[in-house]
């Protein structure tokens, strides 16, 4: 998420990328090896999220990658479950 280029409410403008929900994730300790050592492990149940992607984005990506990710955590969706599992590992 931290790709998104975005003014967002971050203040760098559009030309920057916006990284407050990279910051976010990470932390939480996570990290792109971390995030995918747990898939590949398949050791998360991952089934559909309730909303679209689009519906999720539509409700807030103007507002920064950091309003996305906490949209994304607020809901039962695989993103959360995924983090959820991530931070029950040793």
Do not use: C
């Amino acid at each position: 998420m931290a790709g998104f280029v975005s003014g967002g409410n971050s203040g760098a403008g559009p030309w920057l990328p916006d990284t407050a929900g990279g910051a976010l994730l990470a932390g939480r300790g996570l990290d792109y090896a971390r995030v995918h050592a747990v898939l590949d492990a398949g050791e998360v149940s991952l089934p559909a999220d309730p909303r679209s992607v689009e519906a999720y984005l539509a409700a807030v990506a103007a507002q920064g990658t950091e309003q996305v990710v906490r949209a994304l955590l607020e809901e039962v969706t695989r993103a959360r479950r995924l983090v959820e599992a991530m931070e029950r590992r040793p």
